[in-house]
């Protein structure tokens, strides 16, 4: 594979790794979404503050992105969440240029510009990048880590996160034994 020299080889073994790792999960665990209890909004509230701002530094996936967006739009049609679970899903491309992607507990996903024409017309590689980008908002990664680290705060109480995808389990720290 002939790849510019700016892109890390370290980026298209973790990129390979992860269509692996994809493809060897069970679709139900993949895209399934952790119950989460009400009370954890925090994620989704920061993310409708902070879309403005991220609104003003991407631009919309089309023209010579419009791949990403086909393909995006293909894997939300396959998500079933809950009815009270309402991401409003959008794809956006970032101004930044370093080869990277991440998505907002909202539902918006951001691909940065070098990735994105890297990924170019490859519905594959858009598909691994946009897949993972999109299980984090599925799993609420963001209500996780915010369960983690009030969990190590002082007087915290230990927070048993598992694994949403396999065991559903969540502990609130406030009242974890």
Request: aromatic share 8%; proline share 6%; net charge negative.
């Amino acid at each position: 594979m002939n790849l510019p020299s700016h892109i890390p080889a370290r980026f298209v073994l973790a990129l390979l790794l992860l269509c692996g790792l994809c493809t060897t999960s069970s679709t139900s665990q993949l895209l399934s979404a952790p119950d989460i209890p009400d009370k954890f909004t925090w994620d989704v509230e920061s993310a409708s503050r902070l879309r403005p701002l991220l609104y003003r530094q991407s631009f919309e996936a089309s023209g010579r992105f419009s791949t990403g967006q086909h393909v995006f739009e293909a894997l939300i049609a396959q998500i079933h969440l809950p009815a009270h679970v309402k991401p409003i899903w959008v794809l956006r491309i970032g101004n930044e240029t370093q080869l990277n992607a991440f998505s907002s507990p909202d539902g918006a996903i951001f691909v940065d510009r070098d990735l994105a024409q890297w990924a170019g017309s490859n519905a594959g590689l858009w598909a691994a990048i946009l897949s993972h980008e999109i299980a984090h908002v599925v799993r609420r990664d963001w209500a996780r880590g915010d369960l983690y680290e009030k969990s190590l705060e002082p007087g915290g109480t230990m927070v048993s996160l598992g694994d949403p995808g396999l065991s559903g389990t969540w502990t609130d720290a406030d009242k974890a034994s």
